[in-house]
T-cell receptor, first 113, second 111 residues
Framework: DAMVIQNPRYQVTQFGKPVTLSCSQT?????MYWYQQKSSQAPKLLFH???????NEADTPDNFQSRRPNTSFCFLDIRSPGLGDAAMYLC????????????FGPGTRLTVT | GEDVEQSLFLSVREGDSSVINCTYT??????LYWYKQEPGAGLQLLTY?????DMKQDQRLTVLLNKKDKHLSLRIADTQTGDSAIYFC???????????FGAGTRLAVHP
């Protein structure tokens, strides 16, 4: 089945220790998104890629970076995680032209100790 | 700016209908969505409606859109315990090319 996969599902990192979250997709969609969802809050878009074009949301902290080495994979790098970065991180994909139809992965829950 | 609001909690008896409400502010929204999130899981797209429609029905789900009042609702008929989850309303803010989510409504179904 075509899908959006996120690894790991649960990640624990230490305060200030860089961490990378991974997303892969078999849908061959050219648009990939990263959302942050804090406890009991709405998911919030951090950034997205149209193919290799990176689009950062204005209020996304510099601490958050992303890489997309190819169509299938996208990574979220948090350079120096703080306690406030503990959240669920959701990856989504869509096909250009049908951006309104986004498919979400199961998410990675990040804990910062 | 864009904003989506929904009530935080709804409790219903098994077998009854559930109605979850949402309001949005962006009149240029072209699509409006309902997503379901079970504990520890990602977002599952339940249904979406194009802004020129008033109603969409899909099995037990009925979506009503009042574009004048910018009000969206999701009705779940014959609610089951498996429907217990958080339901997120979202709009596709075409001007910003992104989904804007509400904070979610937690639906609790009791016997």
């Amino acid at each position: 089945d075509a899908m959006v996969i996120q690894n790991p599902r649960y990640q624990v990192t230490q305060f200030g220790k860089p961490v990378t979250l991974s997303c892969s997709q078999t849908l061959n969609h050219n648009v990939m998104y990263w959302y942050q969802q804090k406890s009991s809050q709405a998911p919030k878009l951090l950034f997205h890629y149209y193919d290799k074009d990176f689009n950062n949301e204005a209020d996304t902290p510099d601490n958050f970076q992303s890489r997309r080495p190819n169509t299938s994979f996208c990574f979220l790098d948090i350079r120096s995680p703080g306690l406030g970065d503990a959240a669920m991180y959701l990856c989504a994909t869509s096909r250009e032209g049908t951006d309104y139809e986004q498919y979400f992965g199961p998410g990675t829950r990040l804990t910062v100790t | 700016g864009e904003d989506v609001e929904q009530s935080l909690f709804l409790s219903v008896r098994e077998g009854d209908s559930s109605v979850i409400n949402c309001t949005y502010t962006d009149s240029s929204s072209t699509y409006l969505y309902w997503y379901k999130q079970e504990p520890g899981a990602g977002l599952q797209l339940l249904t979406y409606i194009f802004s020129n429609m008033d109603m969409k029905q899909d099995q037990r789900l009925t979506v009503l859109l009042n574009k004048k009042d910018k009000h969206l609702s999701l009705r779940i008929a014959d609610t089951q315990t498996g429907d217990s989850a958080i339901y997120f309303c979202a709009e596709f803010a075409g001007g910003y090319n992104k989904l804007i989510f509400g904070a979610g409504t937690r639906l609790a179904v009791h016997p």
